[in-house]
């Protein structure tokens, strides 16, 4: 239905089992992912998502790194 990479279609299908399976207990799953294709697909299926690009690297001072 989707054009997704091998792994991608597997983080995917792995995320979709654990949120059918933890449904009773959690309302929502949070799906952490970089790929843009990936998460363009997984939004159709209400995911939250989680894109580590949208954070400015820090280091364990929660300083950015200087450029």
Known sequence: MHSLR???AMQFAS???LR???QA???AI??????GDLNEV???YDFQIE???DHPATDDAGTPPAR
């Open 6 to 8: 091998a792994l991608d």
């Open 15 to 17: 995320a979709s089992e």
């Open 20 to 22: 059918r399976s933890l």
């Open 25 to 27: 207990e959690f309302s």
């Open 30 to 35: 949070t799906f952490v992912s970089a790929d």
């Open 42 to 44: 997984v939004s159709m």
């Open 51 to 53: 894109n580590p690009n």
